[in-house]
C-alpha cells in the first residue's frame, strides 16, 4: 500500500522560509515523478511544481518559481519543498502526490498525501 506523508507545515511569519517534507513508502520511489500541490480555502487545487527521477528535470509554477525549490532524496524516498520569502498568499494546504506520468498535470498523479498546513501571518 502507498504512503505519502507530508511534515513541516505550520504557522509562520511572512518573509521568512520552511521546509516541507514528503516521505513515500510502498512504491519504487525513484521511478516515479513526484509533484508538489496547494489548496487555499475556496480555491482549486493549485499545481506548484514537480520533479522527476532525475534531479536536472524540474518544473515551477510562473508564479512560485522565484521562491520555491523542489529537490528529492531518493534513497530515503522522500521529496521536499524548500519555500523562501514566505507570504501571506501562500497560506494553504500543501500536498505531495506521485506519478508514473511526465507529471505536469494534476490529473495524471496516482497517489497523494494527507496534506500540511502552511499559515503565514502578515
Known amino acids: 500500500q502507498v504512503h505519502l506523508v507530508e511534515s513541516g507545515g505550520g504557522l509562520v511569519q511572512a518573509g521568512t522560509s520552511l521546509r516541507l517534507s514528503c516521505a513515500a513508502s510502498g512504491l519504487t520511489f525513484s521511478i516515479y515523478a513526484m509533484g508538489w500541490f496547494r489548496q487555499a480555502p475556496g480555491k482549486e487545487r493549485e499545481f506548484i511544481g514537480f520533479?522527476?527521477?532525475?534531479?536536472?528535470?524540474?518544473t515551477y509554477a510562473d508564479s512560485v518559481k522565484a521562491r520555491l525549490t523542489i529537490s528529492r532524496d531518493d534513497a530515503k524516498n522522500t521529496v521536499y519543498l524548500q519555500m523562501n520569502t514566505l507570504k501571506p498568499e501562500d497560506t494553504a494546504v500543501y500536498y505531495c502526490a506521485a506519478t508514473r506520468a511526465f507529471g505536469d498535470r494534476l490529473d495524471e498523479y496516482e497517489y497523494w498525501g494527507q496534506g500540511t498546513q502552511v499559515t503565514v501571518s502578515s
Open positions: 520533479i522527476r527521477w532525475s534531479e536536472r528535470e524540474k
